[in-house]
């Protein structure tokens, strides 16, 4: 093992894995980059819906020939980002043996993680009830979109519908533009693995100290309702409704995201006070336009946004975007050149903290990987494995409960309680 996980805080802590999408493996995901061995679980009949759902490869490299969803089933982007590290037991939880098996993991795991709907866990017996006498220390987290609590428990909760009720989707949207808009990619589930990953490191922390495990009920719908904070208060106090600014900003003026010279290339500026504004005139050559009365105050500004944003792109888009942040940075304004993938895999800055990393992939060969949140800068933590092919590690993980042996897990194999393909057919 490397030296720099043997040093981790969560080494020799055991994580298994029911959960499926993005927050709970983001969940997991960081508690392997602490140190934690986790253990994945999926059924051939009911696997992982992140390998297939979202279909960024389309084809059989070299060919003309579209993937089947068993070739779909390891090679999803997604999916290999957020499952990095773990390894993967496929088993049957609907049949008793498939079951059993679980029940032998939990008895010496330490953290137990799922988001799946409330009824699942409850139809299979492996909710808190049916596993914490098995494991008295255990950390059970129940990681969903509205909690389990009525009225709405059993709500389907994917990433838009808990954005949507949080309330942020509210507030979110183009300037002076009746439509909400969406803020990304189910911007709920990596906020609500966040605030799970709190709440999970002090229950450790607690089972550690009193031997004594906890039930965590995190809702996703709740840690993205926090952020909503200073506008539900200002409605509450003033009865006052935020209007949707785009990327304006209610004190700073000028703020926008400026078109920079080349195809699709963008430079974000923000213009706090005063001194920023001067500051700006003179990174900008101190045109005539920036030096009238007009634009002498803040009021000024925000009133003139229109004809300076005009300004300000005639100048923007004559220049490369980096080469404007550096500027503008360098006099003191904030400035930004926004980035898209490809560059962000050349940045200076991220590579020299180490956020890339290149591993194999027996799927598709060479791949790159986000490496751990909590391990860079000079001696960035390696990524020790890829994320694992479907049922990869069933004879490994099978191997380390009582009563196992070969004959043993070539029957679970031949009687379809274990498996290394998704029971899917067609497209």
Not at 152 to 161: C, I, K, W, Y
Not at 197 to 211: F, P, V, Y
Request: hydrophobic letters at 40%; charged letters at 25%; a negative charge.
């Amino acid at each position: 093992m490397d030296w720099r996980r043997d040093r981790l805080p969560l080494r020799g802590l055991r994580v298994i894995d029911w959960s499926v999408y993005w927050a709970g493996p983001y969940l997991s995901l960081m508690l392997h980059d602490l140190g934690a061995e986790v253990i994945k679980i999926e059924s051939p009949s009911s696997w992982d819906p992140m390998r297939t759902v979202i279909d960024v490869n389309r084809g059989v490299r070299g060919t003309a020939r579209p993937m089947t969803p068993q070739e779909r089933s390891n090679v999803n982007q997604h999916f290999n980002e957020w499952n990095r590290g773990k390894r993967s037991l496929a088993v049957e939880l609907r049949e008793p043996r498939g079951r059993h098996i679980l029940l032998d993991l939990v008895a010496n795991a330490d953290v137990f993680i799922e988001n799946h709907r409330p009824h699942v866990k409850d139809k299979l017996h492996i909710a808190w009830g049916d596993l914490r006498p098995l494991r008295p220390s255990l950390v059970y987290v129940s990681l969903s979109g509205y909690g389990q609590t009525l009225p709405d428990r059993n709500a389907m909760a994917l990433g838009s519908p808990v954005e949507v009720a949080s309330g942020l989707f509210s507030l979110n949207g183009y300037l002076n533009e009746p439509t909400p808009a969406k803020t990304g990619f189910s911007y709920g589930d990596p906020v609500g693995a966040l605030t799970a990953l709190s709440a999970t490191l002090l229950a450790i922390r607690e089972a550690r100290r009193t031997g004594e495990g906890r039930y965590l009920d995190v809702a996703l719908r709740d840690a993205l309702a926090f952020g909503i904070g200073a506008a539900f208060i200002d409605w509450s106090m003033n009865q006052r409704e935020r209007p949707r600014r785009g990327n304006r900003h209610e004190v700073y003026a000028p703020q926008g995201v400026y078109r920079a010279l080349g195809e699709d290339e963008w430079v974000a500026i923000s213009v706090r006070d005063d001194a920023d504004w001067r500051a700006f005139g003179e990174a900008l050559g101190s045109p005539a336009w920036h030096s009238g009365a007009a634009f002498a105050t803040a009021e000024g500004r925000r009133s003139g946004h229109d004809e300076i944003d005009a300004q300000i792109e005639a100048w923007t888009s004559t220049r490369c975007a980096r080469d404007i942040e550096i500027a503008l940075q360098e006099a003191g304004v904030p400035a930004a050149a926004v980035l898209n993938y490809r560059q962000l895999r050349r940045d200076p800055q991220l590579n020299a903290r180490g956020m890339f990393q290149e591993i194999p992939h027996p799927a598709f060969g060479l791949e790159v990987r986000s490496a751990s949140l909590f391990e860079r800068g000079n001696f960035p933590q390696p990524i020790d494995r890829h994320a694992p092919m479907f049922g990869q590690h069933n004879d490994d993980v099978l191997a380390g409960l009582p009563g196992m042996d070969d004959a043993s897990i070539a029957a679970l194999r031949r009687d379809g309680i274990i498996g290394e393909e998704i029971l899917a057919t067609g497209d």
